[in-house]
């Protein structure tokens, strides 16, 4: 399927690149992960049987937004690999928006700086406007993962005892216990109950209606697989 992807890709920087185009390589992830996150998704929308993500099947680890020194920087395949992050983090982006909202959020961007260089800041600042009461927030954690190597290692379950309720976790990566904004949506009772959180703590939990609880939750698949699945707890004795 590499010539669809090709091909997709190629159109969709005639928006995100020569509509809008980066003010310098810094923040050329505004051109290369808008073109992924938008093949993927084109191609998903048309043929059920090629999932988006195909290119990796984790996350790359790199940071997305690169400090770079010269024009061969900017084409190198080490820093390239972390567009692909880019292509993730919208995905999660609209699943936490939503489709239509997030459609909405890059109609405004695109119109607002049709002809002109923008920077990662313009995009943030078209998120946080998009975004509602949570729009600050979710602005700051987009901006975190643009900088920052990795992604958060996340765990959600499920309890009916004593009062339903779903728990969120971040497993801290070792940077002095440093903890991440994450935006996460979660689906439980089968896929008939969804919700939406953004996590600042290590754990926070949420209630949830007695029958909706059966024991059983996930991250939405948009965003599964770009946050890190920990190692299962032991058992204790």
Known sequence: HGAEVTVAHEIAHQWFGNLVT???????????????????????????????????????PNEIRKNLRSDADAVSSRVFVGYYKGGYLLHVLEAYLGAERFQELIRRYLKEHAFRSVSSGDFLTSLERASGPEGTLLARATSEFLDRQGTPAVRVTAS???????????????????????????????GH???????????????????????????????SRFYRRPPEPKPKD
């Not at 390589?25 to 938008?38: H, P, Q, R, T, V």
């Not at 007695?210 to 024991?215: L, N, V």
């Open 22 to 60: 980066p003010a310098s390589w810094n923040d050329l992830w505004l051109n290369e992960s808008f073109a992924i996150w938008l093949s993927y998704k084109l191609l998903d929308d048309s043929q059920e049987h090629i999932p988006w993500s195909w290119r990796y099947s984790n996350t790359p």
């Open 160 to 190: 009916c005892e004593p009062t339903p309720h779903i728990s969120i976790v971040q497993i801290p990566d070792g940077e002095r216990d440093r903890l991440w904004i994450v935006p996460v949506c979660v689906l439980y009772a089968r």
């Open 193 to 223: 109950g969804r919700q939406c959180h953004i996590l600042q703590k290590k754990e926070e939990s949420f209630p949830i209606a007695a029958k909706h609880c059966d024991g059983h939750v996930q991250i939405v698949p948009r965003m």
